[in-house]
């Protein structure tokens, strides 16, 4: 996504932004834990609190009053409708909420988590004056004050490997002083245990490749879509796959209530609840899946479009439907992956997948989409868009009565401008241009476009500038900023990542790309840095952003390209050409991560890059 500077528009959603905002790291434990004793028993993996989503009653949880543990009105639950309310008075008040624990013999691994909302009436960005304490046994974990208000639940996740074998006091204590309220909000506590003489968790990404068959019909204008979506997939893990996920990411744009994402009569498993903010749902397979077998998940598939100039939103007339379509969820070493989503950047994390998608719509409209598309009659007035996608992260489609102009780039790709009311024919001439040159100037540093036709959808009126899918794209009138959305078919597109946890991975690249495809060097643009605070680094997560996105696209999109213009200059430029082309290849449809960037930087000079990833801020 190419970021701009018109914010405002996008106040309207951070109201249900809850899980996509954190604080900064707690405070750490000041005290050493005592010593665990050895222990040649084999771990047993387990969750060892009882009833840590608290919908179960009080038991075996000890409360300071019978109001800690509650479902009454003036906060929410994270899950499910009960949780634990920490203070929340006004005046001077300790609350305790405590239950044993026993962690498992031989186990290496145990990590305490919780989600926790803290809201408060204290004015103050200095002094915390009301303040939650998480402790284990007689050791502070994490201490967490007024100062970490946040506007909903995050989640919290803390080693607590130290105490295998013991049986301890789980104990979270919030004390307020004689004025202004701080309420300290917990739910869905959790202390799970591995490792030891188990296997370690298998990384291999798994659910693997994923073929989706899509068949939805709209309504007259495009913003109502109905139909059927079929998940075929392959277990490539040695760990048996009992469940997966389906990410149905544009339920944020909504709520649980009134979800714009609706799935109903799941066939080839059970659908269990919705979760991280109705965007993902468990689906129980009828059997565990053994590694290298295959199973394919149905269900009824509902969208409705709200409207706004969003990439999940309509414009008047003209429909945009970005992450609509369901997605499997990823699993590997670190389990599933279900961030929130984010309104700032992305969320998105997904592995390459086939698509086949027949979309039936009126025939006055236009729907461009991922992939190669065929049109072919429909019944009266309608018309029946096939569009098939090969290796594609996602897939998304638009909906309008489009002004569509096409041409064919040097090297031989096919494009596609289509225009909203009000866009010129002189700008979107320019916008063609703009898409047959970039397409072209990234294909000759990183490889071959492979998608076929590529789709440019202009409007002005979007807030967020520019959003990338593969072989999609949607776009202001903008040189920079479409060349940086086409720059997304490679980094992110064919070499994938994890854009929650790795933003960097596919904005620094996508915007260094850029800057090579529109002849900029970046001189010096690494001497006007400045850090905002010793926690800020270019390869943070959108956890990290959301909780401080007015330094995300100084530091992702900037600092971020100044770094790899830096690592060119050291390199010398046809070592950094060689490395990223290189690099591309061997992860073309893949999935990048930071550590195997860095050891192929290492691998292409013969300089120890330590210091230079230390300078730059580049940790992983």
């Not at 990338?468 to 040189?479: A, I, K, N």
Request: charged share 15%; aromatic share 10%; net charge negative.
């Amino acid at each position: 996504m190419r970021k701009t500077p018109h914010r405002s528009i996008a106040l309207r959603v951070l109201a249900v932004a809850a899980l996509a905002a954190v604080s900064l790291p707690a405070t750490p434990a000041a005290a050493a834990p005592p010593a665990a004793p050895s222990a040649a028993a084999a771990c047993t993996p387990a969750q060892v609190v009882t009833n840590g989503g608290f919908e179960s009653g009080t038991s075996p949880w000890t409360q300071s009053s019978t109001s800690v543990i509650t479902s009454r009105s003036g906060q929410s639950a994270h899950g499910g409708s009960s949780f634990a309310w920490l203070d929340g008075t006004g005046g001077t008040h300790t609350d305790t909420l405590s239950q044993s624990v026993t962690i498992p013999s031989g186990c290496s691994t145990a990590s305490l988590s919780f989600w926790l909302h803290i809201d408060t009436a204290e004015t103050t960005s200095s002094i915390a004056y009301d303040k939650l304490t998480a402790k284990i046994g007689g050791t502070t974990l994490a201490t967490y004050s007024n100062l970490d208000k946040n506007t909903g639940y995050v989640k919290k996740t803390l080693d607590v490997s130290a105490f295998a074998g013991q049986t301890v006091s789980l104990a979270f204590t919030g004390t307020e002083d004689s004025s202004l309220q701080s309420s300290f909000v917990l739910d869905d506590i959790a202390l799970d245990t591995s490792g030891g003489s188990t296997p370690p968790a298998d990384s291999t990404r798994t659910p693997a490749a994923p073929s989706y068959t899509v068949s939805l019909s709209s309504n007259t204008s495009g913003t109502v879509w109905t139909g059927h979506e079929s998940a075929t997939f392959t277990n490539a893990s040695a760990t048996a796959l009992s469940e997966v996920y389906l990410r149905l990411w544009d339920n944020y744009h909504g709520t649980c209530d009134a979800m714009p994402i609706t799935v109903t009569n799941v066939t080839g498993g059970t659908a269990g609840s919705l979760s991280v903010g109705c965007t993902a749902l468990q689906i129980t397979l009828p059997a565990p899946l053994a590694q290298g077998q295959s199973a394919t998940v149905g269900f009824d598939l509902g969208i409705t479009v709200p409207s706004g100039a969003d990439r999940f939103g309509h414009d008047g007339a003209f429909s945009f439907i970005g992450n609509a379509l369901p997605v499997l969820a990823v699993k590997d070493g670190a389990g599933w992956h279900l961030d929130p989503y984010t309104n700032n950047g992305e969320s998105f994390y997904s592995l390459a997948a086939d698509f086949k998608v027949t979309l039936d719509h009126p025939s006055n409209l236009l729907v461009p989409a991922t992939g190669t598309s065929t049109d072919t009659p429909g019944s009266s007035g309608r018309t029946v868009t096939t569009a098939t996608a090969s290796k594609v992260r996602d897939f998304a489609w638009a909906a309008g009565p489009f002004t569509k102009i096409s041409g064919t780039s040097t090297a031989g790709t096919a494009i596609n401008v289509y225009s909203v009311s009000g866009i010129s024919s002189s700008d979107a001439q320019s916008m063609l241009s703009t898409a047959k040159s970039a397409v072209d100037a990234h294909a000759g540093r990183f490889g071959a476009y492979p998608y076929g036709e590529l789709d440019a959808v202009i409007d002005n009126n979007y807030w967020f500038g520019g959003m990338e899918y593969p072989g999609f794209v949607l776009d202001l009138v903008s040189t920079t900023a479409l060349t940086h959305e086409i720059g997304h078919q490679w980094w992110y597109g064919i070499v994938g990542d994890d854009e929650y946890t790795s933003p960097w991975l596919d904005e620094a690249f996508t915007d260094y790309a850029t800057d090579l495809a529109l002849g900029k060097t970046g001189t010096n643009c690494w001497n006007s840095v400045s850090w905002a605070s010793s926690a800020e680094k270019i390869t943070n997560s959108m956890a990290y952003w959301d909780a401080h996105s007015s330094r995300y696209s100084t530091v992702v999109y900037g600092y971020g390209k100044c770094a790899l213009h830096d690592l060119r200059r050291m390199l010398g430029d046809t070592a950094m050409t060689n490395l990223l082309k290189n690099y591309a290849s061997s992860h073309w449809y893949g999935v990048s991560t930071t550590a195997e960037f860095k050891a192929a930087a290492q691998a292409a000079t013969t300089t120890d890059l330590t210091s230079f990833w230390s300078t730059h801020r580049i940790d992983g």
